[in-house]
């Protein structure tokens, strides 16, 4: 039997880290700007998530069948999302 093992490239977990650590105190620090803060945290949320995903849980380095199969119910959460919103605000009196 081949075993072939794909080798991949190890990520540095220290400097993944260390961009999850700035991407946190940059979270903190928009809360005293005088700008809507929102886009910024759901940015930064987005991208500390992904961070996550593709390192930490090894998504990167892993078949494409695994990332379709995590990014496929994303939309439709959204989407349930956003329509929650819009129910809650629009109908509210």
Partial sequence: MNMEAKAHKHPNYVLVGIVLIILTILEVSVMALPVPQLPF?????????????????????????????????????????????????????
């Avoid at 995903?53 to 380095?61: A, G, P, R, S």
């Avoid at 819009?86 to 509210?92: H, I, N, P, S």
């Fill in 41 to 93: 945290l759901l940015g930064f949320a987005i991208a500390k998530g992904l961070l996550i995903v593709l390192y930490f849980m090894h998504l990167k380095f892993d078949s494409r069948l695994y990332a379709v199969l995590f990014a496929y119910p994303w939309p439709l959460a959204l989407l349930l999302v956003a329509i929650l919103i819009w129910v809650y605000f629009g109908f509210r009196a």
